[in-house]
């Protein structure tokens, strides 16, 4: 379904952030006929005035935005949503020694449910984002039923889908993601055009809530520090002391302070850096391995776990589909198992044709067929 796809007035709500997307992206709409406003959502209220938080810049960037394009803009306060539905399972799951995507579940809990619902409370008919993927209504199975693909964004640097697979039909339904077919270049060079105050704004990087500033201490902050050793996954010799296995992630590099201990030489004669290979929660201990190819760190399978299908429907078992187990991972040859359990419960065995590099619990991976996301699940 392209953007412009019954536009006469058709009233959307886009999601603006106060970045060159989004803002491209309404004014593509308007351009199409669409009736259009902006609602800009306010996620993050702990720090608000502190030195990494800019969603007052964010909220100054928006509104000059609107006021180039001509839409009007509302304003929407979801910090208590986004607290209860995604930071405190955020915290969970790091608490569990798990390395979670809370942008993921953003999407799919605040901009795709509270906003989504805020919007057809406005008497939107659809909404939109900047977000670079795309939607297309299929109907393939001949029996007259339309079902709503969601397809990887033109641009291969850009592609957001992989944020985007715990959405269901009912939202997909609603969304126009009007940037899907355009390189990023392109999207600066219509704003630039425009004479939009954003074209040149850097984009955003990082956790939404979390920003610029040092991870560590942001946790820190809501998680007390529980120091455990750190041991050779090897020989099992105790090299250092971490302070919180919540703070480290598989196959992390910096950051461990052991950088100074040798165990062995690569070929040229090099002393190889340590990597973290695995978390042992219950001993609170942090194995560490020597060498960017251990075998520790290479795994050609995974079990994912809370499923999410977009066709609200499984793949076919055992078919060659292509997988990312990590965002800015290629796409990787794969075969599913599906396993025991239906909904929540359900499980998938993964099974690459590669071994793959430091396969992270509590990250996503997502599967496709060609350009077409079908869903995915949390690394177990």
Request: include cysteine; charge should be neutral.
């Amino acid at each position: 379904m392209s953007a412009a796809d019954g536009a006469d007035g058709m009233k959307v709500v886009v999601g603006i952030s106060g970045g060159v997307d989004s803002a491209v992206a309404a004014l593509l709409l308007k351009r199409q006929g669409y009736a259009v406003s902006g609602l800009f959502m306010k996620n993050w209220e702990d720090d608000d005035e502190g030195d990494y938080c800019s969603s007052r810049q964010d909220l100054i960037d928006a509104a000059s935005a609107c006021d180039v394009i001509g839409i009007d803009l509302e304003v929407v306060n979801f910090s208590r949503e986004y607290k209860d539905r995604v930071f405190a399972d955020f915290l969970r799951e790091y608490e569990a020694g798990r390395t979670p995507n809370p942008d993921i579940l953003c999407n799919s809990e605040i901009k795709f449910r509270c906003f989504l619902d805020h919007a057809m409370n406005m008497g939107a008919e659809r909404i939109a984002t900047g977000h670079y993927a795309q939607v297309r209504a299929w109907e393939g199975n001949g029996g007259g039923s339309r079902e709503f693909q969601l397809l990887k964004g033109e641009d291969g640097t850009k592609d957001q889908s992989y944020f985007l697979y715990r959405l269901t039909q009912a939202q997909l339904a609603k969304t126009l993601f009007p940037l899907g077919a355009l390189a990023k270049r392109e999207v600066r060079r219509i704003a630039a055009e425009a004479g939009l105050p954003v074209a040149a704004k850097k984009d955003s990087t990082g956790i939404c809530f979390i920003g610029e500033r040092p991870f560590r201490e942001f946790l820190m902050r809501y998680l007390p520090t529980r120091p455990g050793e750190i041991r050779s996954l090897d020989d099992g010799r105790v090299l250092g002391e971490h302070q919180g296995l919540m703070y480290h992630t598989l196959g992390q590099r910096k950051g461990l302070g052991i950088g100074g201990i040798r165990a062995r030489q690569d070929a040229a004669g090099e002393h190889e850096a340590w990597y973290v290979a695995a978390k042992d929660v219950a001993a609170n201990v942090l194995y560490v391995v020597q060498g960017h190819g251990h075998p520790a760190l290479l795994k050609e399978r995974l079990a994912a776990v809370s499923l999410n299908w977009i066709a609200g429907r499984p793949p076919h078992a055992h078919w060659v589909y292509t997988a990312r187990p990590r965002y800015r991972a290629p796409d990787m040859p794969c075969s599913i198992d599906l396993q025991e359990g239906e909904g929540k419960g359900a499980r998938a065995e993964i099974v690459f044709a590669e071994k793959q590099w430091a396969l992270t619990p509590g990250q996503s991976v997502v599967l496709y067929e060609s350009k077409v996301c079908l869903g995915g699940g949390i690394i177990a």
